[in-house]
């Protein structure tokens, strides 16, 4: 008999006790809050998987099944030929510790998603370039920094992000001020809001590997937000049980 495929929205089931959840690593600041480290680890734990927080002082110690590159501090100038800014908090240890996953995991097609922040580095990592500070740039914009679910991001169709949140367009939190500017190499734009800012980015050739601008560890009531949470630790687990040849 076939087995079918369990919803998007249920939770990730596995078979046998024996068996446990797949490792979701998520990158973090040394500095991160603990509500905000709790939305991190309710928001994996919920979708079937097993987060565990990385960070400069808390390097990885065993291979994981998916990643999540997280929001957090401002990336340095110097790793995207962006001009420098005295008044924005950088973190160069995190920084290195990211690109350094990055190399690592995306030529073993590990499931990614990347988290604001998380989202600019696999653009820097990919050879993309950034938008320092949107304010600066576009002088028209007006700032709608709010962790509410208040700004409109019209989604690509066809595109997988699509397709795991079954929206052409959703209503997100905005808390950032740097954005995608020139997407990297492999990097398809699959999201932008009403100014035409980036606001989601992907790869249709990787098995999973995903950057939205805002933060869906933050809307936990929002099932469609917890939808792409949920599919990278489907990705995880089936990565795990039927590994890409390498």
């Avoid at 920094?145 to 208040?150: A, G, K």
């Avoid at 249709?204 to 599919?231: C, K, M, N, T, Y």
């Avoid at 630790?233 to 390498?246: E, G, H, L, Y």
């Amino acid at each position: 008999m076939a087995r079918l495929a369990a919803p998007l929205d249920a939770p990730l089931m596995t078979a046998g006790f024996a068996r446990s959840r797949p490792l979701i690593g998520i990158t973090t600041s040394d500095h991160k809050s603990r509500l905000a480290r709790w939305c991190d680890w309710i928001s994996v734990w919920r979708a079937g998987g097993r987060p565990v927080r990385i960070s400069p002082s808390r390097p990885p110690t065993t291979r994981l099944d998916g990643l999540i590159i997280g929001g957090g501090d401002d990336i340095g100038a110097k790793r995207y030929g962006g001009e420098v800014q005295l008044d924005v908090r950088i973190d160069p240890a995190r920084d290195d510790l990211e690109l350094a996953l990055l190399e690592r995991y995306l030529p073993l097609n590990l499931p990614i998603l990347g988290i604001c922040r998380g989202a600019q580095m696999i653009n820097i990592h990919c050879g993309g370039s950034l938008i320092g500070d949107i304010q600066t740039t576009y002088r028209h914009i007006k700032n709608r920094r709010t962790v509410l679910p208040r700004k409109r991001v019209d989604i690509e169709p066809f595109s997988r992000l699509a397709e795991i949140l079954n929206r052409r367009y959703c209503q997100v939190n905005s808390l950032h001020h740097q954005a995608v500017d020139r997407p990297g190499e492999g990097l398809a734009i699959v999201a932008r809001d009403r100014d035409a800012l980036i606001q989601a980015i992907e790869n249709p050739d990787h098995p999973f590997l995903i950057g939205v601008q805002w933060h869906p560890e933050l809307l936990l009531f929002s099932r469609s937000q917890q939808r792409l949470i949920r599919a990278l630790v489907r990705a995880a687990d089936k990565q795990r049980v039927c590994p890409a040849i390498t």
